[in-house]
């Protein structure tokens, strides 16, 4: 399972400010606490106006304080190309993203047979994000049969289902996972999965956004997840996913995610799963799950019905 770390993201309002600055220090502190991720993302948005340049300037702190890969994360051709520049010299790279729009596809599947860089394609095009499985899987078809004519390593490419918040539309969740699942079955040579986890609980409380993003994880290891972008600084985050690829259990709580990630690989029933009723925790994971398999009504007191 391959990390990569959310936390330089210039939608945060401190990470927008430091950016104006070139505050050195700040984004060294920020690098330094991804260390338990394998990649950094670095997110800069469309880096227009003040905000030109920019990603250059993090990759080159990066190098300097890092061995970690590094992803770029710019709407901005140019700041992107600006960002490969500075290290030529790093294999480990992934492109954040493209879609299926026809002029950025280009573009950008170039850039990564360029510089031998890995790749996210977003399983959408110009009409939007697809409400079903088979619809983002169709568009995943498309690129794939691209990339492969622009002689891209299929190692190299990372397909998103694209997981949409359960305060938007409940039922997406499952169509994320079947995405996954669905994409890991049908491509030969194979690709690979990535997903943007914290999306799963965009909208919802921030005490209960952990819990959440934790328990989509492992489904979304179980269908066959081969890469999250996610928050460093959540530490049992990073310990389960971990746990996980070891397999590796700790404790009944862990044995419980290993029984839910095999409940998802399987297509078996919730109903299946043993777990310690009277064990809060435990018991918090399965309404979890209910509600990410849309069994029943999400609100943002769920854990608490």
């Not at 945060?12 to 220090?25: F, G, I, T, W």
């Not at 670095?42 to 890969?69: C, H, I, R």
């Not at 520049?85 to 047979?113: G, M």
């Not at 590796?248 to 799963?273: C, G, H, K, W």
Request: glycine share 4%.
């Amino acid at each position: 399972m391959l990390l990569i770390g959310e936390n330089i993201h210039i939608i945060s309002k401190a990470v927008k400010e430091a950016l104006l600055k070139r505050d050195e220090d700040f984004f060294r502190e920020l690098i330094t606490h991804q260390e338990n991720m394998d990649f950094i993302d670095l997110n800069v948005g469309p880096a227009k106006g003040s905000f030109q340049g920019v990603l250059p300037w993090l990759v080159e702190l990066v190098l300097e304080n890092s061995t970690k890969g590094i992803s770029f994360d710019t709407t901005n051709f140019s700041e992107m190309q600006a960002g490969f520049e500075v290290c030529n010299s790093r294999s480990d790279t992934i492109i954040n993203s493209t879609s299926n729009d026809p002029e950025r596809f280009d573009k950008l599947s170039d850039l990564a047979v360029e510089n031998n860089s890995n790749i996210i394609a977003l399983t959408m095009d110009k009409s939007g994000i697809p409400k079903t499985s088979d619809g983002r899987l169709e568009i995943a078809f498309d690129m794939y049969e691209k990339f492969l004519e622009k002689g891209l390593d299929t190692e190299k490419i990372y397909f998103d289902p694209l997981v949409l918040p359960i305060t938007a539309d409940q039922s997406q969740a499952v169509e994320a996972l079947n995405t996954i699942k669905m994409i890991k079955e049908s491509f030969d040579p194979p690709v690979k999965t990535v997903v943007g986890l914290s999306n799963i609980s965009n909208g919802c409380p921030a005490d209960i956004r952990p819990l959440v993003n934790r328990v989509f994880g492992v489904m979304a290891f179980g269908a066959g997840l081969d890469a999250a972008i996610a928050d460093a600084k959540d530490l049992e985050l990073v310990r389960i996913f971990r746990m996980l690829e070891a397999n590796s259990p700790q404790n009944e709580t862990d044995e419980l995610y290993i029984n839910i990630a095999r409940m998802v690989e399987s297509f078996s029933d919730l109903s299946d799963i043993e777990y310690n009723n009277s064990s809060e925790d435990q018991t918090m994971i399965i309404k979890t799950v209910e509600i990410l398999l849309n069994h029943k009504v999400y609100s943002h007191s769920f854990t608490q019905i």
